[in-house]
């Protein structure tokens, strides 16, 4: 198959990397790390080894593929949307944090899947990322139930050795990953601390909190997933990347723009639509907006 994946960064490298050991990939990225790949290949070590040449581009206009992967930081995402809109594509499937993808169907025609994909990923350096954790992918339609794409889609990432379940219930799984990402992102970035110590430390209280409240908002949206699940699913996932830094852990230490709307910002603009009360979530999107604004990197 042949796949576009826009936004090599740790995870789309390392995705798109394990992709090129069996289908004809595209990785779109930036400088220097492009221009190594193309010199170089790219190398993939830590939990999985490989060595493969995608090709490498700095701009991701005017392609065509039968599948464009949005790997993103969410907040690129009205970009890629904006590059990928001059392509062709049978479907684009997002595997990125938040609540993205309705923004990829405002802008573009082609079907679009709902993805997540629970490896870790390190950037090393220009040409080579570290895979810090074997994980799964989940692809499904958007609104959920059957969908022939995303089959194929499915059959094609496990061609390339990619453990990949076809979901039915992407809506409730969309909501899941969200609550995950509300109880460990902000907790780790504030407090500086591991995965693992989101839930097990004294910050424990505060992530399954905002896990409830994102289970509450994805209720009132009509999607059935309860505080119970969201705090299991969100202690799953801290206790598998126990040692791993969150991406806004990591964005906060390099002084990078954060996820924060679209994790905590969609989270609360659906709240605040179904008036639901999501302290928590509200709280902890306060300290983070207030961490960018005072290091001058607010993209709002
Ligand atoms: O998605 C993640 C992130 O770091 O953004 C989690 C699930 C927290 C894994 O690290």
Same mark, same amino acid.
């Given at each position: 198959?042949? *796949?576009l994946v826009y936004g090599?960064?740790? !995870?789309?490298? !390392? $995705?798109?990397g394990l992709l090129a050991r069996a289908h004809d990939v595209t990785l779109v990225g930036r400088d220097p790390h492009m221009r190594a790949i193309r010199e170089d290949g790219l190398r993939i070590d830590g939990e999985v080894d490989a060595h493969v040449r995608p090709r490498a581009l700095t701009d991701g206009a005017h392609r065509s593929a039968a599948l464009a992967l949005v790997t993103t930081k969410a907040y690129d995402t009205d970009a890629a949307a904006t590059a990928l809109a001059t392509g062709e594509y049978e %479907? $684009?499937?997002s595997l990125q944090n938040g609540l993205t993808e309705e923004r @990829? $169907? %405002?802008? @573009?025609?082609? $079907?679009v899947l709902a993805g997540t994909a629970s490896y870790g990923a390190r950037f090393a350096e220009p040409g080579r990322v570290t895979c810090t954790g074997v994980g799964e992918v989940v692809v499904g339609a958007l609104a959920g139930g059957p969908d022939p794409l995303a089959g194929r889609v499915g059959?094609?990432?496990?061609?390339?050795? *990619?453990e990949t379940t076809v979901a039915e219930d992407m809506? +409730?799984? +969309?909501?899941?990953k969200l609550a995950v990402n509300a109880g460990i992102n902000g907790p780790s970035a504030l407090a500086r601390v591991s995965n693992g110590a989101t839930v097990t430390g004294p910050a424990g209280a505060v992530a399954r909190e905002a896990a409830r409240e994102v289970a509450r908002v994805a +209720? %009132?949206?009509g999607v059935d997933i309860d505080g119970d699940t969201a705090v299991a699913a969100l202690e799953r996932v801290a206790a598998d990347t126990a040692p791993n830094r969150s991406s806004m852990c990591e964005d906060v230490? %390099?002084? +990078?723009r954060t996820e924060v709307e679209a994790i905590y910002g969609a989270a609360l603009d659906r709240a605040d639509r179904a008036d639901v009360a999501a302290p928590t979530c509200r709280t902890i999107a306060s300290l983070i907006r207030a961490w960018e604004a005072d290091h001058g990197i607010r993209g709002s």
């Open positions: 198959m042949e *796949i090599a960064g740790a !995870l789309g490298s !390392l $995705v798109g %479907a $684009v499937c @990829l $169907v %405002a802008a @573009l025609d082609p $079907v059959a094609a990432f496990d061609a390339a050795g *990619i809506p +409730r799984r +969309r909501y899941e +209720r %009132a949206e230490a %390099a002084g +990078r």
